[in-house]
Nanobody, 121 residues
Framework: QVQLVESGGGLVQAGGSLRLSCTAS????????MGWYRQAPGKQRELVAT???????QYADSVKGRFTISRDNAKNTVYLQMDSLKPEDTAVYYC???????????????WGQGTQVTVSS
């Protein structure tokens, strides 16, 4: 069993910053791509940022220049540094990871439980 546990969400004023963390635990052989998604009330879940095992990252246009994704492979953790937050960033943020649990098993996607980020104007 693999679990992704997120932390760092909360309430912040517009222009402020938050850093989200997501740590994978359990039976893990390797972790490939990791990413962050978000879902606002009544809207579809959307991609925020992804990062490969070697550190290559991609961002949604709406967060470029404001958010930074990073990872610590030794800690099985992915981070999302969110700066210059806007009210439209308000959403539940979910981490995602492609994880291989054993050398004889194929990798599969896992999701965190989600953490609420609320940005007030």
């Amino acid at each position: 069993q693999v679990q992704l546990v997120e932390s760092g969400g909360g309430l912040v004023q517009a222009g402020g910053s938050l850093r989200l963390s997501c740590t994978a635990s359990g039976s893990i052989f390797s972790i490939n791509d990791m990413g962050w998604y978000r879902q606002a009330p009544g809207k579809q879940r959307e991609l925020v940022a992804t990062i490969t095992n070697d550190g290559s990252s991609q961002y949604a246009d709406s967060v470029k220049g404001r958010f930074t994704i990073s990872r610590d492979n030794a800690k099985n953790t992915v981070y999302l540094q969110m700066d210059s937050l806007k009210p439209e960033d308000t959403a539940v943020y979910y981490c995602n990871a492609e994880i291989r649990r054993h050398i004889i098993l194929r990798s599969q996607d896992y999701w965190g439980q989600g953490t609420q980020v609320t940005v007030s104007s």
